[in-house]
């Protein structure tokens, strides 16, 4: 995973690293909530098929923590805590991005295949989006 970053994450996202077992037969990786990720795992989704100029996310959430995993391909989040702005691109499926709550997310630069698979800490809810970015900030500028 590439990162930069401008004026710096103030703790809204972090990378987490996930075990890799390898041996003649190929690589496993694991996943265990509240072990390897800090939530109960309620919801698991993923994004195939996906136009390689395909801008999707363009929102925040208001309780969700969420883990972003690049299974397979690549493609890069851009993340936007309400004070600063951060890039991360996904290309290594034993690393995450853990997305905490109150995190405004866009997705874009999807190689060819790729698949994005992601961890929730809660089921769908359309009530915990917010989907208008000057709403975000004044929610998250109180
Ligand atoms: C996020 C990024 C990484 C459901 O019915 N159940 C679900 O679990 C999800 C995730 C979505 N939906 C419905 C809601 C919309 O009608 O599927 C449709 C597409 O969802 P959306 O436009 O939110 O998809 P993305 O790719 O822009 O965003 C998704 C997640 O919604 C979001 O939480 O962080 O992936």
């Not at 990786?29 to 390689?52: C, K, M, Q, S, W």
Request: aromatic fraction near 10%; glycine fraction near 8%.
């Amino acid at each position: 995973m590439n990162t930069s970053e401008q004026g710096g994450s103030r703790g809204s996202v972090r990378i987490i690293d996930l075990p890799v077992i390898s041996d003649r037969r190929g690589d496993l990786t694991f996943v265990e909530g509240r072990n390897h990720v800090p939530f109960d795992i309620a919801r698991v989704y993923y994004l195939y098929n996906v136009p390689v100029d395909s801008e999707r996310g363009g929102h925040a959430h208001r309780q969700l923590q969420q883990v972003v995993f690049a299974l397979s391909g690549s493609f890069c989040i851009r993340i936007d805590d309400g004070h600063a702005t951060s890039e991360h691109w996904l290309r290594d499926p034993r690393k995450g991005l853990l997305i905490n709550r109150l995190i405004w997310r866009e997705m874009d630069s999807f190689s060819q295949g790729a698949v994005c698979m992601v961890l929730a800490s809660h089921a769908y809810d359309e009530s915990d989006y917010i989907r208008d970015h000057a709403d975000f900030l004044a929610t998250v500028r109180g």
